[in-house]
């Protein structure tokens, strides 16, 4: 009975492997309360930048090759973006529909023009991710070949547990 168990899992984790590419625990607050500090997340690939889009957390290496970080898509390519006293401007049109964003209104930021292929990314807790310079407001818009993958969910600890899609 114990190797019929012991076989069990191993199948079951061989499963959950072979659906996602990778699993990454998340070590920072930025992104909170949506993804919180010791939440272990589900990455999946991105093949191209179609499968992007504008509210996606995705996982990526910053423009310096430092540590991966997850962050939301806030810009897209092409755009124009500003923040003003916590309101985000895409191409001067406020943005109110990336609803996971906690604005700060205190947080401001100049005008960035996002280059084809690169995308403008920050954390939900604004405030933070800005001050802690760990988003595109500081190492600036992040190239396509930088974004290892998709968050696609939180599968622990079991309170926290949701799908991302």
Same mark, same amino acid.
């Given at each position: 009975?114990?190797?019929?168990?012991? %076989?069990?899992?191993?199948?079951?984790?061989?499963?959950?492997?072979?659906?996602?590419?990778?699993? +990454?625990?998340?070590?920072?607050?930025?992104?909170?309360?949506?993804?919180?500090?010791?939440? @272990?997340? /589900?990455?999946?690939? =991105?093949?191209?930048?179609?499968?992007?889009?504008? %509210?996606?957390?995705?996982?990526?290496?910053?423009?310096?090759?430092?540590?991966?970080?997850?962050?939301?898509?806030?810009?897209?390519?092409?755009?124009?973006? *500003?923040?003003? @006293?916590?309101? /985000?401007?895409?191409?001067?049109?406020?943005?109110?529909?990336?609803? *996971?964003?906690?604005?700060? +209104?205190?947080?401001?930021?100049? /005008?960035?023009? =996002?280059?084809?292929?690169?995308?403008?990314? =920050?954390?939900?807790?604004?405030?933070?991710?800005?001050?802690?310079?760990?988003?595109?407001?500081?190492?600036?818009? /992040?190239? +396509?070949?930088?974004?290892?993958? @998709?968050?696609? %969910?939180?599968?622990?600890?079991? *309170?926290?547990?949701?799908?991302?899609?």
């Amino acid at each position: 009975m114990i190797r019929s168990l012991s %076989g069990l899992r191993t199948s079951v984790k061989m499963r959950i492997s072979s659906r996602h590419d990778m699993f +990454f625990m998340v070590h920072q607050r930025t992104m909170e309360p949506a993804i919180c500090r010791g939440d @272990k997340l /589900v990455i999946s690939r =991105i093949k191209d930048e179609s499968h992007i889009k504008r %509210g996606d957390v995705v996982f990526f290496r910053d423009n310096f090759g430092s540590a991966c970080n997850i962050r939301r898509v806030l810009g897209m390519p092409g755009e124009m973006i *500003e923040i003003k @006293k916590g309101h /985000v401007f895409i191409n001067n049109q406020e943005l109110n529909e990336v609803a *996971e964003v906690k604005r700060d +209104f205190f947080s401001s930021m100049p /005008v960035h023009f =996002i280059i084809p292929g690169r995308y403008f990314l =920050i954390g939900d807790d604004m405030n933070m991710s800005m001050k802690s310079r760990q988003d595109s407001s500081y190492f600036g818009p /992040v190239p +396509f070949k930088n974004i290892i993958g @998709k968050v696609t %969910g939180i599968y622990w600890p079991p *309170e926290h547990a949701k799908y991302l899609l």
